[in-house]
Every structure is written in structure tokens, then in C-alpha cells.
């Protein structure tokens, strides 16, 4: 059985429901189902990406239905015993209308699946769960790109009466994570489209069936090394973590100095990353990437850097800023737990 996971990249009309009805029509047969997980019809209306911490527990709900079937469809393959995994699949509402006829039946299960992502997926950290699915259970991962000039999509989204403000999309614009393969190994199944033109879905196509041949599997970036080396390495892994927060540690104290904060605050604050940091880097060392969504992806590319010398002085510096916006988000999430007790 061959499973694929691809993801859709891409602002508000940028035409990413329309390619996907069309790519449903042109992959589907009789050895190809496709499910479509549509965002927008999953998440209720009356939630938005104002009330964070709802509207994160509705995406992450779906993500967890997708590990779910994709669970039934392999162990119904094997042995026919996976229909109980169907009553884990959390309460949302025409989940299963997303799914196909297998989901119906115990009987001719589809030999391919392809699972269409259909959401905007503008932040890195939103596609990468979905990376981790295909690599947890060998599937197939690939991810799409739809792109068109910002003037074009606000006119569009206008057009077709979306509740999406033109000052959302602007900000989208400017803080989209695009695909680098170059960078992100997990990316380099990836695929721009120009939507400005008349697109060739059979190119799209072809590009998902060829990437459906590339199975992902688990690696861990220092599992190659010897006991020893290992161990250096996470050490020297670790270290560079340390020396890159407290840089960044010193430039937020410095930026707060200039807002004339008194020493006593400036102390509070100082001591308070220097404890959130002592934590972050704890967990490093026990290997606990689930401290940030992103710390993988970062080990990864710190692994990268020791195997191509050529280029760190380049990639250092976005490595840097990568593991300055994690530690941030950590020190963000650790503040919002510490509101919620409150």
C-alpha cells in the first residue's frame, strides 16, 4: 500500500481548493482514493486565529485525525483489525465526509491513498507535523507552493467575498515561511506554482505520483555516529544552542534598556530567561525535541552544518535566527501555561 501526504502552500485565493478539486478529479481511479482535508470546513466559524489557543487545539485535533486514518488504512491492509482506530478520530464535525469509500468498508481497500492538505500552512511549523506523520509511518510526503502577485490575490479574494481583511493578507505576505530545500532536507519534495497563469494540473500530477515513490523514514541526525562521537556532538550541539540564546538574551535586555526600564526590572527579566534558557537547554540534553515543534528541524540543520563547512558561514547565521525564534516561542508558550494556571 502506498500513502502520500501532501501538503498545500499558499495566502487566501491563491487557488489552492480550486487545484485541489481539480488534481481529486485527475488522480482519482480505482487504485487511487483521495482524501481531501479542507481546513476551512473543519474549523468552525466562530473560531478564529485571534482565540490562539482554540484555534491551535482545532488544527491540531485534524492532524490527529489524519494519524488515525491513516493508522485504519495500514492496519486494515495487514490484517483487516483496524476498525476500532475509526472511534479515536476526534469530534469534528464532516471529518469523515473528508475521507474516502474505504472508510466505509472492511472490503477492496485501495492499493494508494493520497491525502490533499488544503490550508494556507504559511508557517513552517505548521506543515512540519505532517512531515513527521509520513516519516512515523513510511509514507510519502510532498508539499505544493501556490504563488501569485499580492495586488492579484487581494483582488481575487475580494472578488469571491471573503471575510479575509486586506490587511491579513498583507501580513501573511510578508511573514510566509516558503519552501527551502536547499536548507530543510524534509522540504526538497517541493513544487512552486505560479497560479497567475493558466496552471497544468497534469504536471501537478505527475509531480505528486513521482514523489508517492519516495518513502520517508525516521533518522536520527547523530544515529550514524559512534557512542562517543554521539555524545560530542549533542555536547557541542548543546553549547552552540547556549552561546546563541544568551547573544540573544543580551539583545533583548539591551533593547529593553532603551525604553528606560529600571535596573530592578531589568534584573526580573534577565533572571527570568536565564532560568527559561538553564530549562530550554535541560531538555536539549535529554534529547526532548517536543520542547518546540521546530528543535528537529534545527538539529537536522545543525548536523548539516558540520557536514558541509563549505556554506556554514551562511547558513550559521539563519541557523542563529532559528534558534532564537524557538527559544522566543518556548518562552512565549512557557509564559501563556503560567497565565492559564493563574
Known amino acids: 500500500m502506498s500513502i502520500t501526504i501532501c501538503v498545500f502552500i499558499g495566502l487566501p485565493a491563491a487557488g489552492k481548493s480550486t487545484i485541489r478539486r481539480q488534481l481529486e478529479l485527475f488522480l482519482k481511479c480505482n487504485e487511487t482514493h483521495i482524501c481531501n482535508i479542507e481546513y476551512d470546513a473543519l474549523i468552525p466559524d466562530n473560531i478564529s486565529s485571534l482565540q490562539l489557543n482554540q484555534w491551535k487545539d482545532e488544527r491540531s485535533k485534524i492532524v490527529t485525525n489524519v494519524e488515525c486514518s491513516i493508522r485504519y488504512l495500514q492496519e486494515l491492509h495487514l490484517n483487516s483489525k483496524g ?132 518513502k520517508c523514514t525516521r533518522v536520527d541526525p547523530f544515529s550514524q555516529l559512534r557512542i562517543e562521537d554521539r555524545k560530542k556532538c549533542l555536547e557541542s550541539f548543546v553549547h552552540q544552542v547556549d552561546q546563541t540564546i544568551r547573544k540573544y538574551i543580551s539583545k533583548v535586555i539591551s533593547q529593553m534598556k532603551t525604553n528606560s526600564l529600571s535596573k530592578e526590572l531589568l534584573s526580573i527579566h534577565s533572571k527570568s530567561l536565564n532560568v527559561k534558557r538553564k530549562h530550554f537547554l535541560t531538555e536539549l540534553k535529554r534529547n526532548n525535541f517536543s520542547v518546540n515543534d521546530e528543535l528537529e528541524m534545527i538539529v537536522g540543520e545543525f548536523h548539516g552544518l558540520i557536514e558541509n563547512e563549505s556554506e556554514s558561514n551562511v547558513n550559521k547565521a539563519s541557523w542563529n535566527i532559528d534558534v532564537e525564534r524557538c527559544f522566543s516561542k518556548y518562552v512565549n508558550d512557557s509564559e501563556q501555561t503560567l497565565n492559564n494556571i493563574d
Open 83 to 214: 476498525v476500532d482506530l475509526l472511534k479515536n478520530i476526534a469530534n469534528i464535525e464532516n471529518f469523515k465526509n473528508c475521507l474516502c469509500p474505504c472508510f466505509e468498508t472492511c472490503n477492496n481497500v485501495a492499493l494508494n491513498h493520497i491525502f490533499l492538505i488544503d490550508d494556507n500552512m504559511f508557517y513552517r511549523s505548521m506543515r512540519y507535523p505532517y512531515y513527521q506523520l509520513a516519516r512515523r509511518y513510511e509514507c510519502s510526503y510532498s508539499q505544493m507552493y501556490l504563488q501569485a502577485p499580492i495586488d492579484e490575490l487581494i483582488a481575487r479574494n475580494q472578488a469571491r467575498g471573503s471575510s479575509v481583511t486586506r490587511q491579513t493578507i498583507l501580513k501573511m505576505y510578508e511573514n510566509i515561511e516558503t519552501p527551502k530545500p536547499l536548507k530543510y532536507a524534509w522540504e526538497n519534495q517541493s513544487l512552486t506554482i505560479e497560479t497567475s497563469i493558466d496552471v497544468n494540473v497534469c504536471t501537478i500530477a505527475d509531480f505528486i505520483l513521482e514523489s508517492s515513490k519516495i
